[in-house]
């Protein structure tokens, strides 16, 4: 199922946290997006839904900022690709290991190259002057969990 929706930026929390607590333990969500577009706003947000207190730090620079219980109600691995320049370099970071019991959310999944998760939810923002618009790619495995209308 594709779902397209416009927003602004007051109403990004309110989308992140409706996809956040619709996530699951095993769920991939890869954010796209230009610099600057929302993506990690977005993951803030579902971040938020899940427990987490607090403001987020972006995980540019540490490429995987890894959330555990009891500061969010399920692990939860934010990765930042965005400095990742070989698919060999993704192979040390061990994305799988995070999907036994809990979820990545993945903002510039473009770097995975052939690596990657059929069942991923895929998630683009792009900016349309003052709005973003949210164009999801929904995969059958969230079903009828899937929040927007």
């Known amino acids: ?15 992140g946290a409706a996809i956040g607590a619709a996530l699951m333990p095993g769920d991939v969500v890869l954010l796209s997006g230009d610099l600057g577009a929302g993506k990690t706003t977005l993951a803030r947000a579902m971040l938020k839904a899940r427990g987490l207190v607090g403001e987020a730090p972006s995980p540019t620079f540490a490429i995987v900022q890894p959330y555990a219980p009891p500061e969010v109600d399920l692990p939860i691995a934010h990765v930042d690709l965005y400095r990742i320049e070989e698919e060999d370099e993704l192979i040390e970071l061990g994305l799988d290991d995070y999907l036994y019991d809990g979820v990545l959310l993945i903002e510039w999944p473009e770097r995975l190259g052939s690596q990657g998760w059929p069942d991923a939810l895929s998630i683009t923002i792009s900016e349309s002057g003052d709005a973003r618009v949210l164009t999801a790619d929904v995969p059958t495995s969230w079903g009828s969990r899937w929040p927007l209308r």
Do not use: H, Q
């Open 1 to 15: 199922m594709n779902f397209t929706c416009s927003y602004n930026l007051t109403a990004a929390d309110r989308i």
